[in-house]
């Protein structure tokens, strides 16, 4: 069951007319009921994460078309938080009374509420739902809040979207007290923090030496690419309470992440820059070529990608010569790899 609503603050310009006369009041699309969701999986989903997979699946859908990514607001994510323990907590569907006031800086603000049996299923009725799907891609809004509740089975959640006034401070996603100036990744970790595609290791940092692990690299290429996240998949050693487990069935399923071997995906293992190459050049949509610009890929099974990727200008390798291939990705590495692939 789902539910959706927009609301509009007017113009300055419509002020303006109301004081001459022609008064403009504040618009609330009536709410409208999609039905009773009755979702294919047997168990609510686990996952602890449930609000960021709502959030991937959001963007996945305004990626495809175009559209830009909307950026996460924790005052957002506390007032969907709160609305959903109290849907729950009712046992009944509706939306926030107090939505307008709840919500503070807002030029246009609008709220999708449901429940069901997983993430994948309650995405898939929103956006059969014209209402609710117009909300999830309005270009006229640009941040959103997920507030998630999981009670006897069920799952609870609220989307809340925003297009702050004008006067809303510039938001500071990107600026990292571990990224100095100086640094050659700098700009690039910038623009995939604003891009919505990669966040920091805490609040104010990035940690742009560590390594990228297996599932971490699903995430930053499931965003990036537009991949929905996916609620089950092939790997027996993906834990469905894992934080990336949605973006690495969603991965394997669009034919991008493959598994380390038989069915393990060994998502804490590091990325090495062999494998990274074979990820990225399946998700940009690019071909295996024959090698002749390193010396030191010869035999290694994704040759046919570092080199396709070398092509595409996506990467120059560790040196003049070599690619060293079995040395792990970096963070830093990685907001530049995305960047270069994506055009970010």
Same mark, same amino acid.
């Given at each position: 069951?789902?539910?959706?609503?927009?609301?509009t603050?007017?113009?300055?310009?419509a002020k303006?007319?109301?004081?001459?006369?022609?008064?403009?009041?504040?618009?609330?699309?009536?709410?409208?009921?999609?039905g009773?969701?009755?979702?294919?999986?047997?168990?609510?989903d686990?996952r602890?994460?449930?609000a960021?997979?709502?959030?991937?699946?959001?963007?996945?859908?305004r990626?495809?078309?175009?559209?830009?990514?909307?950026?996460?607001?924790?005052?957002?994510?506390?007032?969907?938080?709160?609305?959903?323990?109290?849907?729950?907590?009712q046992?009944?569907?509706?939306?926030?009374?107090?939505?307008?006031?709840?919500?503070?800086n807002w030029?246009?603000?609008?709220?999708?509420?449901?429940?069901?049996?997983?993430?994948?299923?309650?995405?898939?009725?929103?956006m059969?739902?014209?209402?609710?799907?117009?909300?999830?891609?309005?270009?006229?809004?640009?941040?959103?809040?997920?507030?998630?509740?999981?009670?006897d089975g069920?799952?609870?959640?609220?989307?809340v979207?925003?297009?702050?006034?004008a006067?809303?401070?510039?938001?500071s996603?990107?600026?990292?007290r571990?990224?100095g100036?100086?640094s050659?990744?700098?700009?690039?970790?910038?623009?995939?923090?604003? /891009? =919505?595609?990669?966040?920091?290791?805490s *609040?104010? $940092?990035?940690? &742009?030496?560590?390594? !990228?692990? @297996?599932? %971490? #690299? +699903?995430?930053?290429?499931?965003?990036?690419?537009?991949?929905l996240?996916?609620?089950?998949?092939?790997?027996?050693?993906?834990s469905?309470?894992?934080?990336?487990?949605?973006?690495?069935?969603?991965?394997?399923?669009?034919?991008?992440?493959?598994?380390?071997?038989?069915?393990?995906?060994?998502?804490?293992?590091?990325?090495?820059?062999s494998?990274?190459?074979?990820?990225?050049?399946?998700?940009?949509?690019?071909?295996?070529?024959?090698?002749?610009?390193?010396?030191?890929?010869?035999g290694?099974?994704?040759?046919?990608?570092?080199q396709?990727?070398?092509? /595409? =200008?996506?990467?120059?390798?560790?040196? *003049?010569? $070599?690619?060293? &291939?079995?040395?792990? !990705?970096? @963070?830093? %590495? #990685? +907001?530049?790899?995305l960047?270069?692939?994506?055009?970010l």
């Amino acid at each position: 069951m789902l539910r959706p609503i927009r609301t509009t603050r007017p113009t300055q310009a419509a002020k303006r007319r109301g004081r001459r006369g022609q008064v403009r009041r504040l618009v609330v699309a009536t709410a409208v009921l999609a039905g009773m969701l009755v979702a294919p999986a047997a168990h609510a989903d686990p996952r602890p994460d449930l609000a960021g997979r709502f959030v991937d699946s959001v963007n996945a859908e305004r990626v495809q078309r175009g559209l830009p990514r909307l950026q996460v607001a924790s005052d957002l994510n506390a007032v969907a938080a709160k609305h959903s323990v109290r849907m729950a907590d009712q046992r009944l569907l509706h939306h926030n009374p107090n939505l307008t006031t709840d919500v503070k800086n807002w030029a246009r603000v609008a709220e999708n509420v449901g429940r069901g049996r997983s993430v994948s299923s309650l995405h898939t009725a929103f956006m059969n739902s014209e209402g609710h799907k117009r909300n999830i891609l309005d270009a006229n809004v640009t941040q959103i809040g997920v507030g998630v509740e999981v009670r006897d089975g069920t799952v609870w959640v609220t989307k809340v979207f925003r297009r702050p006034s004008a006067s809303a401070s510039p938001a500071s996603t990107g600026r990292f007290r571990d990224v100095g100036s100086a640094s050659t990744h700098g700009t690039n970790i910038e623009r995939i923090a604003r /891009a =919505g595609v990669a966040a920091g290791c805490s *609040a104010d $940092r990035f940690c &742009p030496a560590d390594s !990228v692990s @297996r599932e %971490q #690299m +699903a995430t930053f290429l499931g965003r990036a690419k537009g991949v929905l996240p996916a609620d089950s998949g092939p790997f027996s050693d993906v834990s469905p309470s894992g934080t990336h487990t949605g973006n690495v069935f969603g991965t394997a399923a669009a034919k991008i992440a493959t598994g380390c071997s038989g069915s393990n995906y060994c998502p804490s293992r590091d990325l090495t820059r062999s494998e990274m190459a074979a990820f990225l050049g399946r998700a940009m949509g690019l071909t295996e070529k024959p090698v002749r610009t390193f010396d030191d890929i010869a035999g290694d099974p994704n040759a046919g990608w570092i080199q396709a990727l070398a092509d /595409a =200008g996506v990467t120059g390798g560790c040196d *003049a010569d $070599r690619y060293c &291939p079995d040395a792990p !990705v970096s @963070r830093q %590495q #990685m +907001a530049s790899f995305l960047v270069r692939a994506f055009k970010l």
